[in-house]
């Protein structure tokens, strides 16, 4: 299995409301991440977790909250966003250390609107 | 993480090798050059990476210049599937997190 899993594919939400995304993968990989991206833009790195840790946080605004609930998972909690956060959110994961090329293994994408 | 530079877009003909150059003159030692493309509408995919050597695999070939301040990325045989934006990355292998992704290059292949 060598699948990063993201749901939903689509989501819009209102500025008052709050969502997630999540992010599932089964590779074993101890390092997951979110990135942003808009359109005809390269993707921005938002956060990483390493070993369920959070080790990398991009200074992102705290309406995103990024959680790790175990080594598969990672969600992204979202609260009070604006329109310009509207964007594609991709998770990937890779595995830390000494373990192989250290590639990034990305999801589809949550394509996310923000009314 | 160094920087890279890439021209915008290119053009390759179907069945054609497409050369896919990538910038990097400022790669520290231990900086891998990292090749990922991204088609569109989808998550980002990896396709090879290298240090100094030239590098295959059944997607691409990865041609490192000497001094490593510059590499090409070769698909040999270009389809329209190939179609896509390719990013090319330099990055300290294992280092979690830090893949920045440039501003890549769209290459269209034409039939």
């Known amino acids: 299995d060598t699948e990063v899993t993201q749901t939903p594919k689509h989501l819009v939400m209102g500025m008052t409301n709050k969502k997630s995304l999540k992010c599932e993968q089964h590779m074993g990989h101890r390092a997951m991440y979110w990135y942003k991206q808009k359109a005809k833009k390269p993707p921005e790195l938002m956060f990483v977790?390493?070993?369920?840790?959070?080790?990398i946080n991009e200074s992102v605004p705290s309406r995103f909250s990024p959680e790790c609930p175990n080594s598969s998972l990672l969600n992204l909690h979202l609260h009070a966003l604006q329109p310009e956060d509207s964007a594609l959110y991709l998770c990937?994961?890779?595995?830390?250390?000494?373990?192989?090329?250290?590639?990034?293994?990305f999801g589809e994408g949550s394509r996310l609107t923000v009314l | 993480d160094a920087k890279t530079t890439q021209p915008p877009s290119m053009d390759c003909a179907e069945g054609r090798a497409a050369n896919l150059p990538c910038n990097h003159s400022?790669?520290?030692?231990?900086?891998?050059v990292y090749w990922y493309r991204q088609i569109h509408s989808q998550g980002p995919q990896y396709i090879i990476h290298g240090l100094k050597n030239n590098e295959t695999n059944e997607m691409a070939s990865l041609i490192i210049t000497e001094d490593r301040k510059s590499s090409t990325l070769i698909l040999p045989h270009a389809t329209l599937r190939d179609t896509a934006v390719y990013y090319c990355?330099?990055?300290?292998?294992?280092?979690?997190?830090?893949?920045?992704f440039g501003q890549g290059t769209t290459l269209q292949v034409k039939p």
């Open positions: 990355i330099v990055r300290v292998r294992f280092n979690t997190g830090k893949l920045i």
């Open positions: 977790y390493s070993y369920e840790k959070l080790s």
């Open positions: 990937a994961s890779s595995q830390p250390g000494d373990g192989g090329p250290g590639e990034l293994f």
């Open positions: 400022t790669i520290s030692g231990n900086e891998y």
